[in-house]
Each structure stands twice: as structure tokens, then as C-alpha cells.
């Protein structure tokens, strides 16, 4: 289909670190590439869409977390881009990933997964997660241990 492009096709995606409370919110993917894999709420920009608005989408259409838009916008504290041209199986993809702090005195966050797109959504003790390399879709491990050293 891009044959007839000038340039190679290039896509942009968000990722969203969310920690608490010593855990991290992880997706369960449902779809290919990666099925069961583990991997962090994000996915692909949209045409009239700012990477930001998209990273607060996607989290909230992934994991439908019990928080306002101010608050997940309030909880930003970093954002760092990635941009190996090998990360991911579906071709040149650039990401965003933004890390997410939110309040450890409040109890974790109620969430639910996206049917169709996420299997299960959780929360993940950190050393668990940075514990099993192998659990994680492509390169979200590294997206994990970069943002939560910030």
C-alpha cells in the first residue's frame, strides 16, 4: 500500500506509565502482535489529536480508570520518546510514553478492560513487573524501567 509513498510510513503512538502506591497499571493485550503479553496503556495518535490528549484517550479508553481528565492531567510528571527503529513488529512506530504519579495516600484506582483490545487490565507490583523481563510486548519493558527511574 506504501509503495507509492515518498517516504517510508511512519507512526505515532503514547504509552502511559501509571505508578501508585508501589504498583504499576499494566494491559493484558488481546489483540496481534503480543497476545497475553503485558504492556502499558497506550496506542495510535489520531489525525487531529495532540500526543498528550491521546496518551489521557487511550488510558482511559484502555483501562477505563476512575478518574477525572484533570486529575490523569494533573498526574503527569515526565514524558520521554522512543524511537528505535526496531521497537515494534508493525513497522516504524514512534512513541511518547508519559509517566503518571499518582496519589499514594488514595486507594489504587477501580479499572476495567476495553473489550475487543485488552484481555485484563491490573495493577502490578513494580517489583514484580521489573522483575519479568519476558512478560512484557515488545519494548515496554524498557519504557517501564526508564520512566520509573525519573
Known amino acids: ?8 510510513p511512519i507512526f505515532l503512538t503514547v504509552d502511559t506509565v501509571v505508578i501508585q502506591s508501589g504498583h504499576v497499571l499494566v494491559n493484558v493485550r488481546d489483540n496481534f502482535p503480543g497476545v497475553g503479553l503485558w504492556a502499558l496503556p497506550g496506542g495510535f495518535l489520531e489525525k487531529n489529536e495532540r500526543i498528550i490528549d491521546a496518551a489521557v484517550r487511550e488510558l482511559k479508553e484502555e483501562t477505563r480508570i476512575e ?5 490523569l492531567y ?3 510528571k515526565a514524558k520521554e520518546i522512543f524511537d528505535d527503529p526496531g521497537r515494534s513488529l508493525r513497522g516504524r512506530t514512534v512513541t511518547t510514553a508519559f509517566l503518571l504519579r499518582l496519589n499514594d495516600s488514595k486507594t489504587l484506582p477501580k ?3 476495553q473489550k475487543g483490545e485488552v484481555k485484563k487490565v491490573m495493577w502490578v507490583p ?5 522483575a519479568c523481563p519476558e ?4 519494548d515496554h519493558y524498557s519504557i517501564l524501567k526508564t520512566m520509573y527511574n525519573r
Not at 478518574?67 to 486529575?71: C, E, F, I, K, R
Not at 512478560?135 to 515488545?138: L, P, T, V
Open 135 to 138: 512478560n512484557w510486548f515488545e
Open 74 to 76: 494533573g498526574a503527569i
Open 126 to 130: 513494580l517489583s514484580e513487573a521489573l
Open 111 to 113: 479499572v476495567k478492560p
Open 67 to 71: 478518574l477525572s481528565d484533570a486529575q
Open 1 to 8: 500500500k506504501w509503495s507509492a509513498a515518498p517516504y517510508d
